[in-house]
């Protein structure tokens, strides 16, 4: 759990700005994901990347962007699309296929509030 | 498509009984079934999966049961402690889903001392 680092831990947007979230990994996974939890919900899968430079969009990726250009890192894009942006933003990464023992494990999130 | 509907949504039981969560699931081709533990303000953690080719998992006082023909699987702790207060969330991997998680609603979970 501790391989993967989120920053910043706090953030704050104001109206019609970009933001990027930073999420690195030092377990050689190679799957990342991004996901959104509101409070009091569950988590909801924005983007995720099975292997560098390739992506794939979540349940609920309008208003967001991502890359993943380097294994180890996998930077998430608050767009000034995404309307209602303030929420819980989880990045967690997996070795593949998915299986017991083989899971997906958190960083320790980012806090985003609009201002 | 992908769907995992957890119950109940809110769970309040006394220091040593047992706490039972549910959820179910849409895809049959679903193979892998974790459960993690969500504390206030942290990241959801692991603490019990279960493969679709085994019925029930157990790990001390948490167990997991799986009933692939309803489509269901559980969670079960007992001899529940304050520290097992917390939200727990079920998810599954469809197998045609490409190694991503669904996430269910979650359940919240007191255990009143």
């Known amino acids: 759990d501790g391989g993967i680092t989120q920053s910043p831990k706090y953030l704050f947007r104001k109206e019609g700005q970009n933001v990027t979230l930073s999420c690195e990994q030092n377990?050689?996974?190679?799957?990342m994901y991004w996901y959104r939890q509101d409070p009091g919900q569950g988590l909801r899968l924005i983007y995720y990347?099975?292997?560098?430079?390739?992506?794939q969009k979540g349940d609920i990726a309008e208003g967001y962007s991502v890359s993943r250009e380097k294994k180890e890192s996998f930077p998430l894009t608050v767009t000034s699309a995404q309307k209602n942006p303030t929420a819980f933003y989880l990045c967690?990464?997996?070795?593949?296929?998915?299986?017991?023992?083989?899971?997906?494990?958190f960083g320790e999130g980012s806090w985003l509030t609009v201002v | 498509g992908e769907n995992v509907e957890q119950h109940p949504s809110t769970l309040s039981v006394q220091e040593g009984d047992s706490a039972v969560i549910k959820c179910t699931y849409s895809?049959?081709?679903?193979?892998?079934f974790p459960w993690y533990k969500q504390e206030l303000g942290k990241r959801p953690q692991l603490i019990i999966d279960?493969?679709?080719?085994?019925g029930e998992k157990k790990d001390q006082r948490i167990a997991v049961t799986l009933n692939k023909t309803a489509k269901h699987f559980s969670l079960h702790i007992t001899e529940t402690q304050p520290e097992d207060s917390a939200v727990y969330f079920c998810?599954?991997?469809?197998?045609?889903?490409?190694?991503?998680?669904?996430f269910g609603g979650g359940t919240r979970v007191l255990v009143k001392p």
């Open positions: 895809d049959s081709a679903s193979n892998y």
């Open positions: 990347s099975q292997i560098v430079n390739d992506f």
């Open positions: 998810a599954e991997d469809p197998e045609a889903a490409g190694n991503k998680l669904t």
């Open positions: 279960i493969r679709s080719n085994v």
């Open positions: 377990l050689n996974h190679d799957a």
């Open positions: 967690a990464s997996s070795m593949r296929p998915l299986r017991s023992g083989n899971t997906i494990y």
